[in-house]
T-cell receptor, first 113, second 108 residues
């Protein structure tokens, strides 16, 4: 039933480690996104993919590498984690680009110690 | 640059009416969306205004004035469960830009 799912929900790790977050949507949407929400709740787009093609990379450090094996999945791999990477990461999807309604996953709370 | 400004916090009591404002500066404008996010939860879509005027959906209404680059979300008959953060957002050709967010606290 779940429209947009993410795993894991919580991730606690040490500085310098590498970790991945997975996202899947069963809505048949063409476009998927990664957002970062910081402690002040500001929601900022990181990446968007349309039909597996990278559309947006919002000046995110290249330690962050998204991968879209198919249009239902968008994963996020983070290398050499830093303290400042601690945040909640949301995956979202929409039928296409420039849609006013996006469907968000439950979020992954990443804590870097 | 593109920016959407909202008040950081609004408080109200159950049963009251509250208005959350959003002023925007964007290059190219298609409309204004509103999202709700409960603590620990994900943002969920509430409404979208493409044209000027008021759109009503149950207890929630959203208003847009394109000439003033301004919109608001109106919540009526407030309930405790309305305590959440509310974000305005503007779709561009390839993404949504979110506002700074307004935390609404409803008291009994």
């Amino acid at each position: 039933d779940t429209a947009v799912s993410q795993t894991p929900k919580y991730l606690v790790t040490q500085m310098g480690n590498d970790k991945s977050i997975k996202c899947e949507q069963n809505l048949g949407h063409d476009t998927m996104y990664w957002y970062k929400q910081d402690s002040k709740k500001f929601l900022k787009i990181m990446f968007s993919y349309n039909n597996k093609e990278l559309i947006i990379n919002e000046t995110v450090p290249n330690r962050f590498s998204p991968k879209s094996p198919d249009k239902a999945h968008l994963n996020l791999h983070i290398n050499s984690l830093e303290l400042g990477d601690s945040a909640v990461y949301f995956c979202a999807s929409s039928p296409g680009l420039a849609y006013n309604e996006q469907f968000f996953g439950p979020g992954t709370r990443l804590t870097v110690l | 640059g593109q920016s959407l400004e909202q008040p950081s916090e609004v408080t109200a009591v159950e049963g009251a009416i509250v208005q959350i404002n959003c002023t925007y500066q964007t290059s190219g404008f298609y409309g204004l969306s509103w999202y709700q996010q409960h603590d620990g939860g994900a943002p969920t879509f509430l409404s979208y205004n493409a044209l000027d005027g008021l759109e009503e959906t149950g207890r929630f209404s959203s208003f847009l004035s394109r000439s003033d680059s301004y919109g608001y979300l109106l919540l009526q008959e407030l309930q405790m469960k309305d305590s959440a953060s509310y974000f305005c957002a503007v779709p561009t050709t390839d993404k949504l830009i979110f506002g700074t967010g307004t935390r609404l606290q409803v008291f009994p």
